[in-house]
């Protein structure tokens, strides 16, 4: 099974940028679809993008499409999510998942990260 450690989740001011880094060890990433969720307080899971590397494939939630931006590098073994014009009510706690071969957003996501928290202030 693949282990997977999120950074990058910070305090910005609305309008601002962050770039979330996972950094996967134990198995290559190219034979993933890894996945980018998360969870705000007293809200469920929410997917966010996708991207099979081994195809490119990506997938975004219609709602960040035009801010966030995934992307791997497979000698690193780490996937990105770069997320622009941040609002308040993207403050949640993020989360890197892997969901071994081709995925979708609903496939069996069953490796995740701790989670990093990004708190977004008016």
């Known amino acids: 099974q693949v282990q997977l450690v999120e950074s990058g989740g910070g305090l910005v001011q609305a309008g601002g940028s962050l770039r979330l880094s996972c950094a996967a060890s134990?198995?290559?990433?190219?034979?993933?679809?890894m996945g980018w969720f998360r969870q705000a307080p007293g809200k469920g899971r929410q997917f966010l993008a996708l991207?099979?590397?081994?195809?490119?494939?990506?997938n975004l939630r219609d709602s960040v499409k035009a801010r966030f931006t995934i992307s791997g590098d497979n000698a690193k073994n780490t996937v990105f999510l770069q997320m622009n014009s941040l609002e308040p009510e993207d403050t949640a706690v993020y989360y890197c998942?892997?969901?071994?071969?081709?995925?979708?957003?609903?496939?069996?996501?069953?490796?995740w990260g701790q989670g990093t928290q990004v708190t977004v202030s008016s």
């Open positions: 991207l099979r590397l081994n195809d490119g494939i990506t």
């Open positions: 998942a892997a969901c071994l071969g081709s995925c979708s957003r609903y496939g069996l996501y069953d490796s």
């Open positions: 134990g198995r290559p990433i190219s034979t993933y679809t």
